[in-house]
């Protein structure tokens, strides 16, 4: 597939997990990608040799999306290498999962900041360059359990309820200049993020997702191109669930 030839993406936390498949496949399909991390810098470099080992330009930036002043910054750096930015994948995100009666304020803050604010404020960055360029694709990571909730989850179940909403509420306030916007709400995929659940919750929630097995990095980063890509070019503030049925 080489739908994506010359575009240009920003991937935020695409040194592992779901960011970096995505930004593997995004540069499969032929975009050039810059991946942003906040603190595994070695993570980061391997992603970039094997994009940069596919052919395409791949640069590493360093910054918290939580801070909008670093958000910023990632984006001017990715337009001052490369131009101009086309596609632009929410995905840093964090947990910090405790019961309510237990969740401290910090770890609720953390969580939102991260995930919410975070993605607000790279679609924030994001947006002028795209209006005025008059085209532009938004792919922002939610989670199933921002639709249907989950014990244990309330500041991460809350911000991806959020990100739903920010993704409706910009996907309505950019499309007259040709600006999509959607996500994506993976179910169980196995990443660093959900390698220490105890075995026996792990087997339990696989015998409730239909299809039986786990998701993948790949399945999401699927998903995202597809709706990156001209293939989605009708689709705007849509929600694509990823999770092997588990929240049918
Ligand atoms: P992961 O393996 O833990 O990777 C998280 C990525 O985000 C890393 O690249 C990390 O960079 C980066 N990151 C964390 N905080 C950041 C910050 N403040 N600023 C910039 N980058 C930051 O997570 P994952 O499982 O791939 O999850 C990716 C996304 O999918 C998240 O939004 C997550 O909520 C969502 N999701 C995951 C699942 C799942 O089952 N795994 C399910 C639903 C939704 P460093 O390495 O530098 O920390």
Known sequence: MDSLVGKIAIVTGGSRGI??????????????????????????????????AMGRRCLVIAGDVSVAAEAKSLVDQAIAAF????????NAGVTRDNLIMRMSEEDWDKVIAVNLKGTFNCLQAVSR?????????????????????????ANYAASKAG???LTKTAAKELA??????????????????????????AEKLRQAIPLGVFGQADNIADAVVFLASEAASYITGEV???DGGLFI
Request: hydrophobic share 45%.
């Open 19 to 52: 960011g970096a498949a995505v930004a593997r496949k995004l540069a499969a399909a032929g975009a050039d990608v810059a991946i942003n991390y906040v603190s595994g810098a070695d993570a980061a470099a391997a992603v970039q040799a094997e994009i940069e």
């Open 83 to 90: 131009g101009r930015v086309d596609i632009l994948v929410n």
């Open 129 to 153: 360059p795209m209006l005025k360029q008059r085209s532009g694709t938004i792919v922002n990571m939610a989670s199933v359990v921002g639709i249907g909730g989950n014990p244990g989850q």
């Open 163 to 165: 990100v739903i909403g």
């Open 176 to 201: 007259s200049r040709g600006v999509r916007v959607n996500a994506v709400a993976p179910g169980f995929i196995e990443t660093d993020m959900t390698k220490d659940l105890n075995n026996e919750y």
């Open 240 to 242: 694509i669930k990823v």
